[in-house]
């Protein structure tokens, strides 16, 4: 029922920046927050940050103070601003929205973030 589309990934040099969009569409009744994953090659998944419907953050250390997460609540949709990108930042990024009752997460298709010079 839920669906989720990402967009704006793309190569891009170190120290530049992109912002991620994650649409979502459906019954979203239940998700009581929004967030962005990332999978680098040889690495394990790992929570990048993440916005509840009341406007609460949670920010990887290693990326806190570089990609603010920002939401916009009419257009079921969840920004991230990711600047001073650095080489170890290239991953999948996914965006994900949990649902509480009865319990599951919503995945998008992820879109590929490419740090290189």
């Known amino acids: 029922q839920v669906q989720l589309v990402e967009s704006g990934g793309g190569l891009v040099q170190p120290g530049g920046s992109l912002r991620l969009s994650c649409a979502g569409s459906?019954?979203?009744?239940?998700?009581?927050?929004m967030g962005w994953y990332r999978q680098a090659p040889g690495k394990q998944r790992e929570l990048v940050a993440s916005i509840s419907s009341g406007g609460s953050t949670t920010y990887a250390d290693s990326v806190k103070g570089l990609f603010p997460i920002s939401s916009d609540s009419a257009k079921k949709t969840v920004y991230l601003q990711m600047n001073s990108l650095r080489l170890h930042d290239t991953a999948v990024y996914s965006c994900t929205a949990p649902r509480v009752l009865p319990p599951r997460y919503y995945w998008g298709q992820g879109t590929q973030v490419t740090v290189s010079s």
């Open positions: 459906g019954s979203m009744f239940g998700c009581n927050a």
